[in-house]
């Protein structure tokens, strides 16, 4: 009964999330849904003490990730940088190529450790005019950015910084460049077959006479570019580069600076308690933050009088859509966390224990639970966090390098952790104007192209013993 109860909410908030409506109202009802149905006197406490415990935590963590980005992308707008590298790419590689286009630069984000949240709200700008351009239909965009910032770039390629690659290093005693062949071969069995979808998609979308899309009918949609001249390529994708070089330069300076905590004193009066802070947990997030307001600065400093026309508006604009794309994924958040913490969830966990080989087993594990909480990362770290042990004893038996393993259970998270009520699938359609009968399709075949590498990946470990 227990576990029935985990997937019903899990299925009730992914048809609600699908219908269109509000997953910041909804992902609560679900969870307490859950939690009325296996013990009632605990609705309450686990809604203020867990629910929006996490839910405001993530807030406080990742907000400002959140604004900092969505004014990035808008000021990218504003400033015809977008139309500039959009131009440029067409002259380059032909209009049919833009989704090409879009995947690499989200790709190149991604790989130089910018947060897939900052790349949605960074490429949206450049992804609608090439689109546009090119007369492919917007609904597509979700599905392309889908691909070069939520698959190979976050969690196959080695060495990339993303979060779903550095946790398995803690369990696992690797490095993010562990399985390198593994991983690279992964990540090109994901960036070709989704391309080879994508154009799949767009040609049948041309031979049907479908174009970008109704101006009038379509929503958040960027404002086209009013200036009489264009900026250098150089110069507009200027900023798209500083984001990545300052997050990478900061990400090794702020430990250096700090060391490995910070305290300091909140007030002057009294003898508060000082605020200590583990530097190794927020460098990322400082880096990040540093990196958006190096990347805003730098297109005003090119680009003041075309953003100083519409700033106020589109500021609002920007900080709108922060808000709506913070509260989604902060209450998906708050949501896998209270599933997470039902005996139901224990029951799926230890089911699949139950499949023998041990890379199958890790892999079916961390999706399916990345699946249940709509975090790749919060999947990943249950999974791991309860059956590490399990994993690294059945894989000493079997002769397999933990660098197979961290390989394995990072590609598994970002499978099929992009349900209807994964944060990053909410966020991207809320950003784009788009909802889920339009574009989630697309996303779920990407979905499912990452999930069976995972398994071609175990193919080749198995028949070449690549690693």
């Known amino acids: 009964m227990s576990l029935l109860i985990v997937l019903a909410a899990l299925c009730f908030l992914m048809v609600v999330a699908y219908r269109g409506h509000s997953v910041i109202l909804f992902a609560p009802l679900a969870a307490l849904g859950a939690v009325l149905l296996t013990d009632p006197a605990l609705v309450a406490p686990m809604f203020t003490g867990l629910f929006m415990e996490k839910m405001v935590g993530f807030l406080k963590l990742y907000f400002p990730v959140f604004l900092l980005g969505a004014l990035f992308g808008k000021v990218i707008e504003l400033s015809g940088f977008s139309r500039a590298i ?123 006479g479908e174009g970008y899309g109704d101006p009038t009918t379509l929503v958040n949609e960027p404002a086209r570019f009013s200036g009489d001249k264009l900026a250098n390529p150089m110069i507009a994708v200027l900023p798209l580069l500083l984001v990545g070089i300052v997050n990478k330069l900061l990400t090794l300076w702020i430990p250096a600076y ?67 794309a913070g509260m989604n994924t902060a209450s998906e958040y708050g949501f896998g966390a209270v599933i997470a913490a039902l005996p139901g969830f224990l029951v799926v966990a230890n089911a699949l224990s139950a499949i023998p080989n041990p ?37 000493h038996a079997a002769g397999i390098p933990m660098e197979v393993l961290h390989r394995a259970a990072a590609m598994a998270s970002g499978g099929m952790d992009t349900l209807p009520h994964n944060g990053a699938v909410i966020t991207l359609l809320a950003v784009t104007g788009l909802t889920h009968r339009q574009a989630y399709r697309d996303i779920f075949a990407i979905t499912c192209i990452k999930t069976l590498a995972v398994f071609v990946v175990i193919g080749l470990y198995y028949t070449f013993g690549m690693v």
Do not use: H
């Open 359 to 395: 890379l199958v087993n890790e892999a079916i594990t961390v999706t399916a639970l990345a699946g249940i909480t709509g975090s790749a990362s919060g999947g990943m770290s249950i999974a791991l966090a309860a059956m590490a042990e399990t994993f690294i004893a059945n894989a």
């Open 86 to 208: 959009v131009a440029a790419t067409i002259r380059a590689v032909g209009a049919q190529r833009a989704m090409l286009s879009i995947v690499l630069v989200c790709a190149l984000l991604t790989y130089g450790g910018v947060s897939l949240f900052v790349v949605v709200f960074a490429v949206y700008p450049f992804a609608a005019e090439l689109f546009r351009q090119g007369n492919i239909p917007k609904r597509l965009i979700p599905g392309t950015i889908a691909l070069g910032a939520f698959t190979f770039t976050m969690d196959a390629l080695p060495g990339t910084p993303q979060i779903q690659n550095i946790i398995p290093t803690t369990f696992f005693g690797t490095n993010t460049w562990a399985a390198p062949w593994l991983g690279t071969a992964g990540g090109l069995f994901i960036l070709i077959c989704g391309l080879l979808y994508l154009e799949m998609r767009r040609r049948a979308a041309a031979r049907t």
């Open 258 to 324: 700090y060391g490995e905590s910070t305290r300091f004193v909140p007030a002057v009066i009294g003898n508060p308690a000082p605020v200590v802070q583990e530097v190794s947990k927020l460098t990322a997030i400082w880096a990040v933050e540093g990196a958006l307001l190096a990347g805003i600065a730098c297109v005003l400093l090119f680009a003041w009088k075309p953003v100083k026309a519409s700033f106020a508006e589109g500021s609002k604009a920007a900080i709108s859509g922060a808000l709506l």
